[in-house]
């Protein structure tokens, strides 16, 4: 197979975890990592290993990367895209650093490169007014960490061209995410408008004092956490609604679900219920520390690993 | 041990799944099912097996459960109740028919009996007007279907005597539930709440063309499924704001998240939006089969089991 070669802008938090997965999953991926911070190469070999099981193995993996050219870190953005097959840009989410990145990307890129912005809410039509072929560029939003959660939101311009979505729908499938195309470019994209919408009840919930911060972690962990893992909500309702699916479902609560939208709470930021959530949340979870996140994602790569078994068992008891 | 003595009045879905749970995991429980549908012995030998394996297996568990007398099927309140250590309701949603009900439990069980309601509406308060101790009363509502989720909402009226607060948080945590007391008697309860607070954006999201309703479950199934099966929602923003936690996260993304709650779609039940709905969950997944749900069930045991393991080893690690 030959080689996809990626250019990531940015090595942030993000970043590092798509040069995870990249390097991790496609054998074949050339990667480079772009970016201007003057300690870029210590900070790559410090931390890049994190994702490769860390200590002495991560980082002989690391080393094994660079040694044979797979990863390779650059400070010149044109030497940097010269070869690329993608672009895939992380950096500051900030619309004049992006309006001025791409243009200067596009300069350098050969033709054919797919031009990716990983931001989680300056849409492509935004970023791209300065460019010469504004049509190529599209969003690229991961759920955080990407090395770990499967979605990718795939938002293009109204102008992105078809084929180049396709392309990067393709692309993601083959490394076993999943990717979603949203037909619009709404504020915020789909997964974080779901996520700040249960969030603001669970806000009101609590600064109502119906429940702590995390007794209602712990409603959501040991209820629609794990029923959502498996079928999302529009399915998860058309199968609990007996024979009438949706309908029958809409038909025998729809009631008790206006109920509760009219009285839902309406809060906005600098309400004041700040200090509560704060308060309660740092009094539950404390400072975070790098084995509570190794925790989180240990669990929940577990939980993920057992959704594919139970999908390929069925597969193939079909 | 002694035998817990439990009657469960109404054997609908939920009743049926909460005999499975009970016979499937208290060894020293009794149960007594108490319906008046005139069927009630055929459909519980036909239904109640499929919770123990099905066909022959699952026969055979049920039959023994009868022939040793650890589970009763009785159509006369009165004898139904006389000697049960808990009373736990899952009848008709209706405010009447709970009302009337109560006193007439309350007549016939011992003094020291346990009174719970599934209800998933109808507040303890409301239900125990009739009763002479209404402060015997309080909501157990699961997460259906409560042989599988592990949450439990206990809902006490605020005159509901904390001692039985108590034991039914005991009764649930040794069961391995999730039992969570919810401090006010709020319209749906807490899981409904935030459930349906994601379903109202859900809706919008689709009813506007930004995604199909099967597209929307992808993103959910993805990202914040996994995600909150693992860590609810204030600790997972808690752990994705970096060294700032909670409060880092709303300086960082706090302008993102109002943006979106301002952007918000404020649906309301029969604004037209259910054609669009039903027709889409209908195309994607057709008539519910008895073997989707046991596929959904199979793959929601599973991601809970692994949920569970991941605690035990961490718990023994440390």
Redesign the interface.
């Known amino acids: 197979m030959p080689a996809v070669r990626i250019t990531l802008i940015g090595a942030g ?1 993000i970043g590092l975890s798509f040069a995870a997965l990249h390097l991790g999953t496609l054998e074949e991926a050339e990667l480079v990592i772009y970016d201007t911070r003057p300690d870029i190469e210590r900070y790559i070999h410090e931390t890049l290993p994190g994702y490769f099981g860390g200590s002495s193995s991560g980082k002989d993996t690391v080393s094994s990367f660079i040694s044979s050219g797979r990863l390779r870190i650059i400070s010149q953005l044109d030497d940097a895209v010269r070869n690329s097959h993608i672009v895939q840009e992380q950096g500051p989410e900030n619309v004049p650093f992006k309006q001025k990145l791409w243009p200067e990307i596009e300069k350098h890129a050969p033709p054919e490169c797919l031009f990716w912005s990983s931001t ?2 300056i849409p492509a039509s935004v970023q791209s007014v300065d460019m010469r072929s504004p049509s190529r560029l599209l969003v690229v939003h991961p ?2 960490p990407p090395h770990l ?3 990718i ?1 795939i938002v293009p311009s109204p102008i992105t061209e078809a084929r180049l979505v396709e392309e990067t729908v393709e692309f993601w499938k083959k490394l076993g995410r ?1 990717p ?5 470019e ?3 994209f ?13 806000v009101h ?2 600064n ?4 702590s ?23 998860s ?7 009438g ?3 029958g479902l ?1 038909k025998n ?9 009219d ?2 709470g309406m809060l ?2 600098g309400d004041g219920w ?1 200090k509560t ?2 308060q ?3 009094e ?2 404390g ?2 520390k790098r084995d ?2 190794e ?2 994602d ?3 790569k ?6 594919s ?3 390929a068992r ?1 597969g193939s008891e079909r």
């Not at 789909?190 to 669970?202: D, I, K, P, Q, S």
């Not at 109502?208 to 429940?211: D, F, L, M, N, P």
């Not at 009631?255 to 939208?261: D, E, H, Y």
């Not at 577990?302 to 959704?307: F, G, I, M, R």
């Open positions: 938090t989680s809410g759920y955080n959660m499967p979605l939101e999943q979603v195309v949203l037909k619009k709404v504020t915020g789909v997964a974080n408008r779901l996520a700040f919408a249960l969030l603001r009840e669970a919930l609590v109502e004092g119906v429940v911060a995390q007794e209602l972690d712990e409603v959501v962990e040991s209820s629609m956490g794990p029923r959502w893992a498996v079928t999302g909500p529009f399915k309702y058309h199968m609990g609604g007996g024979a699916g949706m309908g809409l609560i729809g009631g008790t679900i206006q109920a509760c939208w009285d839902a906005k930021m700040e959530i704060l309660q949340t740092t539950a979870y400072d975070v509570d996140l925790k989180r240990e669990m929940t577990q939980v993920l690993s057992a959704k078994r139970v999908r069925d």
